[in-house]
């Protein structure tokens, strides 16, 4: 797993390093135990506070994503399938959101957003 960091999203790095590590466990690229890199390794990879990746897998931690372990390090936790999906809601719900949003800056109605929504769906073929 690859974690890039940017200064110019205005998203604390905390929250772009939480961000990349929950969505590496949501699309399996890291699996229930695969073990990631210490905090403080982390913190020398990417050449941040140590505070900052503490914040990352503490709130992943607090999520129900890893577990940190003592001395011995920070392991994926399994999946809880309510987790995911609520974690699955929201991303639906940001992306509608920034579409609703882009709908409104270009003038759109209801009526063409949904239409846009229809279309979509009927191309990937989602019943």
């Known amino acids: 797993m690859r974690i890039i960091i940017t200064n110019t999203l205005g998203i604390p790095i905390y929250e772009q390093i939480k961000e990349q590590i929950?969505?590496?466990?949501?699309?399996?690229?890291?699996?229930e135990g695969d073990v990631l890199p210490s905090i403080r390794q982390l913190a020398r990879d990417l050449k941040i506070?140590?505070?900052?990746?503490?914040?990352?897998?503490?709130?992943?931690?607090?999520?129900?994503?890893?577990?940190?372990?003592?001395?011995?390090?920070?392991?994926?936790?399994?999946?809880?399938?309510?987790?995911?999906?609520?974690?699955l809601l929201r991303k639906i719900e940001d992306s509608f959101l920034t579409a609703v949003n882009t709908g409104k800056i270009a003038k759109l109605t209801r009526k063409e957003l949904l239409q846009i929504l229809e279309y979509?769906?009927?191309?990937?073929?989602y019943e």
């Open 120 to 125: 979509i769906l009927e191309e990937n073929h």
């Open 22 to 31: 929950r969505e590496a466990i949501l699309s399996d690229e890291l699996c």
């Open 49 to 87: 506070s140590v505070i900052t990746t503490t914040r990352a897998y503490s709130d992943l931690e607090q999520e129900g994503f890893i577990v940190i372990v003592q001395g011995k390090g920070c392991y994926v936790l399994p999946k809880n399938s309510a987790l995911v999906h609520e974690q």
